[in-house]
């Protein structure tokens, strides 16, 4: 008998759900859109339908060890979504995992997003058998989780490693943030705040660039990307620059938790070389002496499409 | 028969040991000075010397459990010293574990100095009992010791917790640190750190102040703090100065472990309220929303002259 996890990545747009087994295969998957389920129960309701499809497809309940969900805000120790700015269900303490043991009858655990990726980069990825690192996600937002002596950092809140939220820029000039402060660094360093500094570049500087012929309103992360690969000095002065924020807020994340590995993940990630160099070469330069040569700073090996599902499925599996 | 575990701090200018009980008193101590002893092999000697003498006092080696030593760069998981700048032996690995235990024949562990005032907290003053604390200590440096899940986070090489080395200013006019980098935490709110304020300020500006009648090269913390006592402005702006970019790391810190409580320690903890107050308001209005009313700010309660021995003691103790 096979046995096999659940694991569910929940985002602001998709829902996205499947079954996974011991060796990290995806064996299948579906989605739902978050947003329009605007009611939990009908939420619970539609994701449960279709769970219980695939559960179907690899031999029924009596397969599943459990079942693992990512969530933006998702708490581990009380199993609830508090307070998540892009859920429908906003302003409430929901009981996400009660709420699918009591309609699927499978043990559920929940966490956040990034600890999911960073469970699942411990299962299954680059920090198998690494004992102390840290899951830096790029995206929307910037993410984190936080594995220290083989284990997650919860903390007292079970809220621990929002490093997206570490201030970068004390200034008074420094970019608001979503969580309503200022010079957070996912204001600079996320898909968002890169395309961003991209904006602010075009408008600002006379200097010629690929990236002028664009909407400048409309320029994405990727843009960046396509015009750094063609060789636009500007795109690259912005990988550079952005690489630069990251590599020093990493160096200051060391001194924190000395971990030996550091893995980028995320759509920014994707990017490669154009951050992964200069976030390297910056977190060198600005490690503390004793920290010289002790950590790697690496790009996650998963596949971004199940990359969010396999985290989470890292969850369903009983310890 | 009762069983005792001695402790010893190893500090730039004093090494203070001394033997402790399980209720946490200092039974008896000695000390010497740090910097009479250049050669490793006259302090190891020295020092054992002298722990000897302490032995005898209650009893005999039979009733020591260990000892414990807090030093600076102290590695928990070696045993060692490694680059640290304040001590004689300087640009050296030093086994200082193994050197006492082939010369005292007593179980001996180290880590750093900032980390053992953290595991005496815990085992004996207002940390007890509380599972994930951070320990910052205010001295003439900034150290600190964070505490995860009731253990102590050391991470890949034993120096985790260096958050005296967390960049609080990254403009160009940031305040060159001992480490080399520039803009750390404690060349702000360290005791050398805050003097160093009083002194700029008394020579960039006009305003009126006791501290005017001091030797300017020569302004102490503790001058700054006789000077807030007796209401003068100056000294009173120095201390909101300094607690509110002390507050403001310390927001960043809580998004990465997320403890219940953070513990303030050491020369400029002495201030008090002049500190706590401006820190405490600084970090509370900085806090990412989710950690709002998570965190409690805290003056050590451990009497200044034993704890740095009680700290390194707990050490000593088996498990």
Redesign the interface.
Known sequence: MKSYAIGMDIGGTNSVFGIVDREGQVVCCDSIKTQEYTLIDDYIEAVSTRVEALIEKVGGKKNIEGFGIGAP?GNYYKGTI??APNLPWKGVVIPLCDMFEKRLGIRTRLTNDANAAALGEMTYGVAKGV??FIMITLGTGVGSG?V??G?M???????????G???????PQARLCG???RGCLETYCSATGIARTARERVIAMAEPSLLRELDVMKITSKDIYDAAVKGDAMAISIFRETGTILG?ALA??V??????MIVLFGGLAKAGDYILKYAEEAMDE?L????KG?VKLVLSGLKDADAAVLGASALGWKE
């Open positions: 805000n508090e307070l004992k102390n936080i220290v002596d284990k950092l919860y903390g007292s809140t079970g809220f621990a490693g929002e490093l939220h570490v201030t970068v820029n004390r200034t969580c309503g402060r020093r200051d994340m001194v924190f938790s000395s971990p030996e600005n503390l002496p004793i920290f002790t």
